[in-house]
Every structure is written in structure tokens, then in C-alpha cells.
């Protein structure tokens, strides 16, 4: 796990933990050589079938180009300690706070949401989901997410 105020990488300043998982943590940082907000995610897992998949998720995400997805702008490996993906940072719903919004979900029917919530959700979901769908990628719901 990283700390507040920790430099990764000699560019990211850990602000603060966003949320973690059992295979990694995603922060918000500050870019020091862009001056500008980021956000890192970190996989804990170190082995080679680890790092090949994150390596093609990080490949992956860096060449689509869509709003409602973070833009990835590094990617690097520190021996002994994690995997990293420099992205973006993205304001708005987390997807813990959306997943209780549509109560987990994927049909609107069963959502919790007031009506103006669902429709940002599932304009976000489509518009998403055609653009990933329209070209040779396949839509893996684990691979945005920690």
C-alpha cells in the first residue's frame, strides 16, 4: 500500500486512497510533472501472468477514447512492490455509489435511482458499452475496475 504525500515513480504524489481491493488499491494523485490531478492504480500482484494481463489492460485503455473512461497516461512496474497505471482522474459516481444506486443491477428495471440518476447511468453504460463493443475489444467488467 502507498501513503499520503508518498512520490511514485519520481512524478506521483499519493493525495489519497480512492478504495482498494484484494488484488489492488486505486489513489488519487498529483502528476508533479504535469501539474495536474491523477489517479493510480496499483496491482499488488507481482507475477508474470499478473503483470502480462496488466500490461494488456494498460495497452488497452490507453487507446480508447471515450468521455466516460479515464485516460491512461503510464504504465510502469517497481520490482518487489506493484504494477501501476497512471490515468486521469475522472470526477463523479464511484462505482460503489452507483452500485447502490441500481442495486446491483444491469437491467434498469430493478435500479433504485430517481429517474435523472438512471438516465446519466445508462446513457454512460450504453454509449460506453457500444463504443468498447463497436471494435475488436471485449467488454470485461473486471477490467476497469480493482
Known amino acids: 500500500m502507498l501513503s499520503t504525500g508518498q512520490v511514485l515513480h519520481n512524478r506521483y504524489r499519493i493525495v489519497k486512497l480512492l478504495g482498494q481491493g484484494g488484488y489492488g488499491a486505486v489513489y488519487r494523485a498529483w502528476d508533479t510533472s504535469l501539474n495536474t490531478r491523477s489517479e493510480v492504480k496499483e496491482n499488488f500482484d507481482t507475477s508474470t ?12 485503455l490507453a487507446n480508447l477514447r471515450h468521455p466516460n473512461l479515464p485516460r491512461v497516461t503510464n504504465h510502469f ?3 518487489g512492490q506493484g504494477q501501476y497505471l497512471a490515468m486521469d482522474f475522472v470526477e463523479g459516481e464511484d462505482l460503489q455509489a452507483m452500485l447502490e444506486c441500481t442495486g446491483g443491477h444491469l437491467n434498469p428495471a430493478g435500479w433504485k435511482c430517481n429517474s435523472s440518476q438512471a438516465a446519466v447511468i445508462s446513457s454512460s453504460r450504453r454509449s460506453t ?11 470485461s467488467p473486471h477490467l476497469f475496475w480493482t
Open 77 to 79: 512496474f517497481i520490482a
Open 129 to 139: 458499452m457500444g463504443k468498447s463493443m463497436s471494435g475488436s475489444i471485449t467488454h
Open 49 to 60: 501472468e499478473a503483470a502480462r494481463q496488466f500490461a494488456h489492460e494498460a495497452s488497452l
